[in-house]
């Protein structure tokens, strides 16, 4: 006599293995569909079929869940050559990342409320830094204006997706 553990012999459908990557790809899926007031690490459970605990072998907290989404979303913004003046550059730079915040809900948000941290996102401050060292600054200002020139972009993004929520 052969025992089967399942209902009528089948086996339930194999998951996906969980990791750090599925877990940020389907925060990022889950952010556009209910916004980042909604996203939650219980959500996100839900969504990836395991209990909230589960996540936890794979992100400390929804801190750091919101850093490696910002990241992932920084992945996305298309790298600017270096051609033109630095001025054309940096408006280069501000319509690339512009074009990528509004490519996901509330990402100007939580790129606003997170730390710079991530390989993907400090490439791209090391872009505008660049940018602004060719321009003259030297590294205090440079930083300020990077600091200033991010600060108007992710309001600017920012409201102009409230405005189009409307």
Known sequence: MSIVPYRHGRRPPRRQP???RS??????????????????????ADR?????????????N??????????????????VPPVGTWQQQLTAIARSVRKGLLAH??????LASTPPLGPRRLHLIEQVLRV?????????????????????LMEFVADEARFAAR
């Open 132 to 152: 602004l060292r060719s321009a003259g600054l030297n590294p205090r200002n440079a930083a300020r204006a990077a600091h200033h020139l991010n600060n108007f």
């Open 23 to 44: 877990i940020v790809r389907s925060a990022l899926v889950l952010l556009d569909e209910v916004g980042l007031d909604e996203l939650t690490m219980r959500a996100l």
């Open 62 to 79: 929804k801190d750091e869940l919101l850093i490696l989404i910002g990241d992932e979303i920084s992945g996305e913004i298309a790298m």
């Open 105 to 110: 809900r509330d990402s100007a948000r939580l």
């Open 48 to 60: 990836l079929g395991v209990k909230a605990a589960s996540l936890y072998r794979h992100v400390q």
């Open 18 to 20: 969980l990791d750090q």
